[in-house]
Every structure is written in structure tokens, then in C-alpha cells.
């Protein structure tokens, strides 16, 4: 067949047959000329030979490469509102979103939380986690750092002075989510005060989820957050981990990751109180400026004007009146509370203070610390309420020795900061002895070939009715220090109480009469005041010297600090009375169970010569 014939045969569609041009988008003719348009070049080695002369062409345009890239990865997690739950009915959200965004972004493609941000004006956005991701979070977090399936909790709260702008939590992340890093830190400082701004996150046992960027500093990080205090501005304040570990704020943040932290920052003083105190002095002159300005400026006032003259002169007499009054106040109560400790008593109470441990545990994230003291040998005394703390409500008494086994350390040396590791006790997992009525707990340290400071069992004395008695201990998570407090009397106790009562009430607590016998008809409180198995005193002791020894003036071991009866005042607490178990009604207690006294003292001649001595 001829050439001619064969190619008739073949039909053409030029639909299904383009031009190689067809295959290339077009450049325009005005740019076809343009030096500076991005030209393909095309190797003539690999296309085949009709199509080597085909021109440059140019890349394909923006819009189709942002199609042919891969979208960003989308997130879920679970949203709970719950500011308002008949109008939400605690119903949780699907919340789908981009890892780009931030949190609040993220939250805001919810309607329902539109709704509610628009319905709460003036109130600040509070997200904490609950699956997933602990702590409350910063609004401006990366969504990509929020784990997938998470749960969070939405609430409102009224802050004084919000963290951030809402407009700058609503900008898209361009950082990979692998430079990211997140960690947590308490809520309250190492020495119980407040680092936030937030009084609503201002509680003990909350702690914040906080984001940095790798090589960030720490320093850097909580002041980009927006939640602390002012004193981030500062250079004096570091990070402890553990207790035992302390991180200097000018490290960077990549190793942080999911650790949580106290902040260790010398805080200043409130400084309301102390512009307050400033300004005392001008206020009675500004006082007169300004009544003097209304009465020269309003022409009718001037007949009333004697008058008010006088009553403004009045109530000045009283203030200084009042002001001579709370100094020789001042002076009186200085003189009650002075008192000198004997030589000889403070070398015992030196020598006896090595006894007293520092206990902290951290079980799960529940941590906290108390004091205790040796017993005898291995064992050591604390509060039986401390052990209920440790273990968590809802446990069964099975598991507990176990898990205070995992979870306590025990320190004789806490009297400077920080702490070191390898001073640390633990605990054996074994627990027998403890009584809820008396609140004590015998617990067994583990040898770690470490001495155990001298047991204090052979020192036990009377309790005192009267006089001066000494609580050593770690109040508040402190130092080991002393604190020589008055004995409240069997006999004075419901009066005692009674006149601090009137007391708060006469400097402004709002206590009613009706209220006061309410409180100290209160069953509770009615059994501490008759109770012979308790000394009862005044001191600044509060959380964290559970467990304390007590002694008297002797030096001799009398009790174990227990717990006070406290009433709530302008948002603090004030102490009404403290009190701690009699070591003779713990041993008593004790001796009850053979075996269990036995396990401690080892034979019944020893215990006979004890209870002799007590």
C-alpha cells in the first residue's frame, strides 16, 4: 500500500489531537519579550524530536500550585461550655479545626462560643484541659499543640487586667509545630503567694499550660505569655523542679517539655498597702482643699459653710484620736508577745530540730508537703490527715501503702534552699498504724545508707496546762523554723475564741452575733474545745506543719501540731485557735494493739519503761 493511501486511512480529530503549544499555558505577547518573566527551559536530549523547537515556557501559575500542594492537617477535639448549662445542658461540641490557627481561632469556628464571647463582654475567656491536655491554657496557643481528642472546658471570669488582646490570639502560626514546646507551671509560687493576674486562676493546685519556641529563654516565654505577674520584667526569680532542681529563667525552654515547675521569685509587698500608707498624711489636707474649693465656688453653700467647716474638724479630732489609739495598741501588744528563750532551751530545740523532716510527695500530680519528726529508728510521725491527702479520696486502704511508697520523700536538712537529691528518704510500703480521731500515722523510712536522725520517743513530758510550748517545723513548705506560741488553757478555750471572734468582727469581718454561736455551736468545734486528747494554743503555723512536734519549756516532746479552726476575712483566713494530738493519748492509742506496739518498740519491757516515763 502506498504511502499516499495509508495516510488518507488515518482520520484526524482535533479535539483528541492538540498542538504541543495546547499542552503549555500561554504566555501574553507583551510578556513573551519581558527579561524578567521566569522562563522553562526545556532539554532537547529528553522531548522527542517534532517538539525540540518548541519555545520556553513559563511555570505554572500560582493558583494552580497552591491547589496541587497538600492542605494543612485538620485537628479534633472535644469542647465543653460550661458558663451556662441550662442554655447549653453540659452538651459537648466536635470541635474540627486547622492546625495553623490558634486556639482561640480555633475555639471562635464554634457558634456557640461566639455566642457566649459576645453574651460575657468584659469577662475574659478562661480554657482549661481535662483530657488529653492538663491546665489552663493561653488563648494565643498554637492549635497543633493541643493533642488530638483532646477535652477542654470553657468558663468566664471577671479579671481586672485581661492577658492578651483577643485580636492577637486570632493570627495564624507559621511556626512547625515540631518548634514548639510546652510545659506547666503552679499557679502560686514556692512560697504560697500569687504570680497571676487572674485572681480566678490564683488558687492553689491549678497550673498553666504554657507554650515557648525552641531557643526561646524562659524568662522570654513567661513574659510573652501575658497571665504573670510584673515580676517576670525582673531578672530575680527562677523556675524548681521537683523541689530539688533549680532552672535559672536565661535557659532555654527545650528541655521543659511536659514538666510542671514552681516559681521561686521574691515577691514585693502589696504595693496598695504601701501607697495607702504613703498618702495618709495628704489626705486630710486634700480633704480641706476640697472643701474649701466647694464653698468659695458655690455662693449657697457659704451659710451652711461654718457648719460643715466644724463637722470637718470633728471628724479630723477623731482620726488622730483613733491614730494615738492604734499606737499605744501597738506598743501593748508588743509588750504581751515579747518573751526571751532560755539558753540551754534553744540548744535542745537545735539539737531536737534534726528530727524534724520536710515530707513532699507528687502522686500523679497531686503533690503537697508536710512535716514530720523520727519516732524511733526507722519511724516517723506525721498527721493522718496528711496520708489521706497523699493517697487521694476514693481509694481503697489496700492500695495506700503502696502508692505512698511511690510518691513521699522525706528530708532532715530542709533549712536552706534548694534541696538536694541525695538527702531524700523514701518510704517503705507499709502502713499499719494511725488513728483519725487522735490524726497521726506511723510511717517507715527505706535505708539508703544515709544516718536517720535520733528518735525523740525517749523525751516524751507531760502536756502543760499553761505557759510557753515551741512548734518546730516547715509551715507553708518553708524552712525548718521555731515558733514559741502561748497555751491556751481547758478552761479559756470557748473564751479564747469567743474574744477573737468579737475581735475580727470589731475590725470589720462582718461577724454577727447569731453567726458566732452558729460557728462555735458547730459539733466539731464543740468536741475540740472539750477534748482531752488535745493542747490547744496560738500560733502562726498553718499548711505544711502538719506534723510538727511540739514541745514544752522543758524541751520535752508533748504533742503533734495537727490543725486549727480558721474564719474566712476579706478573701484570706484568719486563726482562731490550733491545736495538736498529746503524745501520751498517740502512744495510748498505740499500745492498744499489742503487735502494732511491739512493731515499734520491739518488746514490752521497753514499753512498760516508756509509758513509766511519760
Not at 490564683?202 to 515580676?231: A, P
Not at 526569680?237 to 521574691?266: C, H, M, R, S, Y
Not at 472643701?291 to 466644724?310: D, H, P, Q, S, W
Request: aromatic residues 8%; charged residues 25%; glycine residues 6%.
Amino acid at each position: 500500500m502506498s504511502c499516499k493511501k495509508r495516510r488518507s486511512q488515518i482520520s484526524f480529530n482535533t479535539r483528541k489531537n492538540k498542538k504541543i503549544d495546547d499542552y503549555f499555558s500561554q504566555v501574553p505577547k507583551e510578556e513573551q519579550n519581558d527579561p524578567n518573566t521566569p522562563q522553562v527551559k526545556v532539554d532537547s536530549k529528553k522531548m522527542p524530536r517534532d517538539i525540540t523547537n518548541t519555545r520556553d515556557q513559563r511555570p505554572l501559575s500560582p493558583k494552580k500550585i497552591q491547589q496541587d500542594q497538600t492542605p494543612p492537617l485538620n485537628k479534633k477535639i472535644t469542647v465543653t461550655l460550661g458558663v451556662n448549662p441550662r442554655k447549653h445542658k453540659k452538651m459537648k461540641y466536635e470541635l474540627s479545626c486547622s492546625e495553623t490557627s490558634s486556639l482561640y481561632a480555633a475555639l471562635n469556628t464554634l457558634n456557640a462560643v461566639r455566642e457566649e464571647v459576645e453574651s460575657r463582654k468584659g469577662r475574659e475567656m478562661l480554657v482549661c484541659g481535662k483530657e488529653g491536655i492538663e491546665g489552663y491554657l493561653n488563648l494565643g496557643m498554637p492549635f497543633c499543640c493541643v493533642p488530638e481528642g483532646s477535652h477542654v472546658v470553657i468558663t468566664f471570669c471577671q479579671c481586672k487586667s485581661k492577658t492578651e488582646e483577643n485580636k492577637r490570639f486570632s493570627e495564624p502560626q507559621d511556626q512547625a509545630s515540631t518548634n514548639y514546646v510546652r510545659f506547666f507551671i503552679h499557679a502560686v509560687c514556692s512560697k504560697g503567694k500569687k504570680i497571676l493576674k487572674c485572681r480566678e486562676l490564683s488558687q492553689e493546685g491549678n497550673k498553666l499550660c504554657v507554650y515557648g519556641f525552641k531557643g526561646e529563654t524562659i524568662r522570654d516565654t513567661l513574659r510573652k505569655d501575658g497571665r504573670f505577674c510584673s515580676f517576670v520584667e525582673s531578672d530575680d526569680w527562677k523556675l524548681i523542679n521537683d523541689l530539688d532542681t533549680i532552672i535559672e529563667n536565661t535557659q532555654p525552654v527545650d528541655e521543659l517539655e511536659g514538666k510542671l515547675f514552681q516559681v521561686a521569685a521574691e515577691l514585693p509587698k502589696n504595693p496598695r498597702v504601701v501607697s495607702v500608707t504613703q498618702s495618709s498624711g495628704l489626705e486630710n489636707r486634700n480633704f480641706h482643699k476640697i472643701e474649701l474649693y466647694i464653698v468659695n465656688e458655690y455662693t449657697t453653700l457659704k451659710e451652711e459653710g461654718e457648719k460643715l467647716r466644724a463637722y470637718i474638724k470633728e471628724e479630723s479630732e477623731k482620726r488622730k484620736k483613733k491614730a494615738s489609739l492604734f499606737n499605744v495598741h501597738k506598743e501593748h501588744f508588743g509588750k504581751m508577745t515579747k518573751n526571751s528563750i532560755p539558753v540551754k532551751l534553744n540548744k535542745h530545740l537545735s539539737r531536737v530540730s534534726d528530727s524534724v523532716g520536710f515530707l513532699w510527695w507528687n502522686n500523679n500530680g497531686n503533690s503537697g508537703c508536710a512535716t514530720c519528726f523520727v519516732f524511733k529508728e526507722l519511724y516517723i510521725l506525721t498527721c493522718r490527715h496528711v496520708i489521706t491527702s497523699i493517697v487521694g479520696e476514693g481509694i481503697d486502704s489496700s492500695e495506700w501503702a503502696k502508692i505512698i511508697s511511690q510518691c513521699v520523700k522525706v528530708t532532715f536538712d530542709y533549712e536552706e534552699f534548694p534541696l538536694t537529691e541525695d538527702k531524700f528518704f523514701v518510704v517503705k510500703p507499709w502502713f499499719e498504724i494511725s488513728d483519725e480521731k487522735l490524726d497521726y500515722a506511723v510511717l517507715e523510712l527505706e535505708e539508703n545508707g544515709q544516718e536517720v536522725p535520733a528518735g525523740l520517743y525517749n523525751g516524751i513530758g507531760p502536756v502543760p496546762l499553761s505557759g510557753l510550748i515551741y512548734i518546730i517545723g516547715h509551715p507553708e513548705g518553708k524552712k525548718k523554723s521555731i515558733d514559741g506560741c502561748t497555751v491556751v488553757p481547758p478552761g479559756s478555750r470557748s473564751k479564747n475564741c469567743q474574744e477573737k471572734f468579737q475581735a475580727r468582727e470589731e475590725a470589720g469581718c462582718c461577724f454577727s452575733t447569731s453567726f458566732i454561736h452558729m460557728f462555735t455551736s458547730l459539733r466539731s468545734f464543740q468536741e475540740m474545745l472539750h477534748n482531752s486528747d488535745v493542747v490547744t494554743y496560738d500560733t502562726t503555723f498553718f499548711g505544711g506543719s502538719s506534723g510538727s512536734p511540739v514541745f514544752d519549756s522543758n524541751g520535752s516532746l508533748v504533742a503533734m501540731h495537727a490543725a486549727g479552726i480558721t474564719c474566712p476575712y476579706q478573701g484570706g483566713a484568719n486563726n482562731i485557735i490550733e491545736f495538736g494530738s498529746t503524745m501520751k493519748s498517740i502512744l495510748a492509742n498505740i499500745k492498744q494493739d499489742e503487735h502494732k506496739y511491739n512493731t515499734i518498740f520491739g518488746n514490752v519491757q521497753d514499753a512498760e519503761m516508756l509509758s513509766t516515763d511519760s
